[in-house]
């Protein structure tokens, strides 16, 4: 099963998230991943490191990150990954509370990491709210 | 036959580079509080503050070494934007000195060249988005010019001293420019008249080392 990755400059909504997407698809494996090392706003690759290790298995992770810095602490970290994990960890350009709902339900049936990919970027497309004019 | 920066000489700039930061940490945070998260000092405060305490643990290897180190604490430990691009700066720059003891002008043109890259491939900003590569972009091109001259009989102070200049008009350059990149891009046009912070940090690190290398200690 793809596992899911919730990179945030703050941890509450990393943890958030995590809550959201889990009460979908329990059976998921969801790291929170938010705030710095001193539980501040921010971000600890540190943290993203061991996130990333612990829900890895062969199906890959997909990564969910909130603003620009948390993209690149994350890239970095895909650069330095193992060997046996390059190209099985993916940054989806999607937001990050929708798209790690829909990134665990995907998973949560078995899809692969490019189908997973590919409904967690598909969010961003999708209108929350219907307004006349 | 330009000058070797010997490795005591090294330490001693990566540690008044991580002095001068942190002594710059109120300046810094306030330039980040009008186009930023408010944190640019602070978060280099913290990086720099641990590669002070990092630096006794390698002292006594190479300086290709020493300068990864710095990258990976900085990573590590700065929490912010600055983490990833100061940190792949100091990594890159490295990578490019593995085994060496001392340095000398060809190894410093290199390094900084490397840093830039790594900066560009980190953050993808371009000149004229308003960021540090707006006052490391220059840096290199006037260290490649001279570079393509010819560095023999060049003196690394007085390149550095030019440089110095360069650096500090990229860093005024940013102050009319509209951010594209960072937190500072959803500002827009509010992030117009004032200075980026992180093209401030880079003109400080060029600005040290140039200082401490006119310092013949």
Known sequence: MVGIVIISHSSKVAEGACEIALQMAPEVAIAACGGNKEGGIGTDPDKITAGIENVFSEEGVIVLADLGSAVMSAELILDSLAPEMQGKVIIANAPVVEGAVVAAIEASIGNSLAEVLSAAEGVAGMRKVEREG | ?217
């Not at chain 2, 990086?47 to 590590?76: N, Q, W, Y």
């Not at chain 2, 001259?149 to 360069?166: N, T, W």
């Not at chain 2, 500002?187 to 200075?195: C, M, N, Q």
């Open chain 2, 1 to 217: 036959m330009s000058r070797i920066c010997d490795k005591a000489k090294v330490l001693q700039i990566i540690r008044e580079i991580a002095k001068n930061v942190i002594a710059n940490k109120d300046y810094l945070t306030e330039l980040d509080t009008k186009i930023g998260d408010a944190d640019h000092g602070i978060s280099m405060n913290r990086g720099f503050e641990a590669v002070l305490a990092k630096l006794p643990e390698v002292e006594d290897k190479c300086v290709g070494t020493i300068f990864k180190t710095v990258g990976m604490t900085l990573v590590s430990t700065v929490g912010g934007a600055s983490g990833p691009l100061y940190g792949t700066a100091f990594m890159y720059a490295g990578n490019q000195v593995t085994g060496k003891e001392a340095l000398n002008l060809e190894d410093a043109i290199k390094m900084i060249n490397a840093a830039l890259d790594g900066i560009l491939k980190r953050g993808k900003a371009n000149p004229g988005d308003k960021t540090m590569v707006d006052t490391l972009h220059p840096v290199v091109e006037f260290l490649n010019s001279v570079k393509a001259e010819g560095l023999e009989g060049k003196d690394c102070a007085e390149v550095f001293k030019q440089a110095e200049e360069v650096a500090r008009q990229g860093m005024e350059s940013t102050k009319p420019m509209m951010a594209i990149k960072g937190r500072a891009s959803f500002l827009k046009e509010r992030s117009i008249g004032h200075l980026d912070p992180g093209a401030v940090s880079s003109y400080l690190v060029i600005k040290t080392i140039a200082e401490e290398l006119q310092n013949e200690v």
